[in-house]
């Protein structure tokens, strides 16, 4: 059984940082690709970043230079880190892994919210 759990959201000012976490299992992590998406209330999840097995990492326009993805494949967990957050970065952040098939995997989401 696949498990995918977020840590690491929270309230934070307009500028601040914040480093999400997602610790995976039931899947053979270091061949899997990895990504995290976001959702605003009232608005469609969208892509905010994802990593390749091999490291090569893909950002939204939205985030490049502030958002940093990343994947420690001994610890089976990969990471977000956000920096000079906006309100309206304000979303529940998913963790999402690529399944067989195409199936995709998800998190059970963290909510981020930044204050102005």
């Known amino acids: 059984q696949v498990q995918l759990v977020e840590s690491g959201g929270g309230l934070v000012q307009a500028g601040g940082s914040l480093r999400l976490s997602c610790a995976a299992s039931?899947?053979?992590?270091?061949?899997?690709?990895m990504g995290w998406y976001r959702q605003a209330p009232g608005k469609q999840r969208e892509l905010v970043a994802t990593?390749?097995?091999?490291?090569?990492?893909n950002y939204a326009d939205s985030v490049k230079g502030r958002f940093t993805i990343s994947r420690d494949n001994a610890k089976n967990t990969v990471y977000l880190r956000m920096n000079s957050l906006k309100p309206e970065d304000t979303a529940v952040y998913y963790c999402?892994?690529?399944?067989?098939?195409?199936?995709?995997?998800w998190g059970q989401g963290a909510q981020v919210t930044v204050s102005s």
């Open positions: 039931g899947i053979i992590f270091s061949i899997t690709p």
């Open positions: 999402w892994a690529a399944g067989s098939l195409a199936r995709n995997y």
């Open positions: 990593i390749s097995t091999g490291g090569s990492t």
